[in-house]
């Protein structure tokens, strides 16, 4: 599975956009990219997820770029209950062990 | 729908004692996970179980941990003796297949603390 990089801490303002970034410059054609993001004292909760395509949900929207190297999570309208680590994991189908890394420490401030 | 249930969420123990966590996963999945979390860090997957069958277990550490998942429902996880260094949070995870696409649902871990 293709390793992905976050950055370890971001800040928004509540009801602004917050758009997280995510590289996995060595995801493979059949590799998903999931977002995950765990609020404390919490289990990891799903948001997204997406082969190629941008993905949309209640949730939050998936943009892949085009090359598929990289992807950004957006909340469209950050709130205060949003403060969580987000974790981006690459994985292909048919090998289902979710691998964690640090992920984004996500801030949001009034 | 119900969520993947665990129990308890906190549980305090001395260092050799034994302990177990349990988990029921959601409705109609047949995969079931758990991983374990240390302070500051992601989870780790433990063990995967397709029904009552444990897939995935390299990860389990043989000599003191053990899980079981018998009627391929709910599961048990357990630590006998326990270490300083089990102090974490364990997870339990769910999906309906355990097909890599498949997305996983987490309970709200079982907290444990050594002493």
């Known amino acids: 599975d293709a390793k992905t990089t976050q950055p370890p801490s971001m800040d928004c303002a509540e009801g602004r956009a917050a758009n997280l970034p995510c590289n996995h410059s060595?995801?493979?054609?059949?590799?998903?990219v999931y977002w995950y993001r765990q609020i404390h004292s919490q289990g990891p909760q799903y948001i997204i997820h997406?082969?190629?395509n941008n993905e949309t949900n209640e949730m939050a929207s998936l943009i892949i770029t085009e090359d598929r190297k990289s992807s950004t999570l957006i909340l469209p309208h950050a709130t205060l209950r949003d403060t969580a680590v987000y974790y981006c994991?690459?994985?292909?189908?048919?090998?289902?062990?979710?691998?964690f890394g640090a992920g984004t420490r996500l801030a949001v401030h009034p | 729908e119900a969520g993947v249930v665990q129990s308890p969420r906190y549980k305090i123990i001395e260092k050799k004692q034994p302990v177990a966590f349990w988990c029921n996963p959601i409705?109609?999945?047949?995969?079931l996970y758990w991983y374990r979390q240390n302070l500051g860090q992601g989870p780790e997957l433990l063990i995967r179980y397709e029904n009552e069958e444990a897939v995935d277990d390299s990860q389990l550490p043989k000599d003191r941990f053990s899980a079981e998942r018998l009627k391929g429902v709910d599961s048990t996880l357990k630590i006998q003796p326990a270490e300083l260094g089990d102090s974490a949070v364990y997870l339990c995870?769910?999906?309906?297949?355990?097909?890599?696409?498949?997305?996983?649902?987490f309970g709200p871990g079982t907290r444990l603390t050594v002493l």
């Open positions: 997406g082969l190629k």
């Open positions: 409705s109609g999945h047949n995969t």
């Open positions: 994991i690459s994985i292909s189908g048919g090998y289902n062990k979710l691998i």
């Open positions: 995870a769910s999906s309906s297949t355990g097909d890599g696409t498949d997305t996983q649902y």
């Open positions: 060595t995801i493979s054609g059949n590799e998903y």
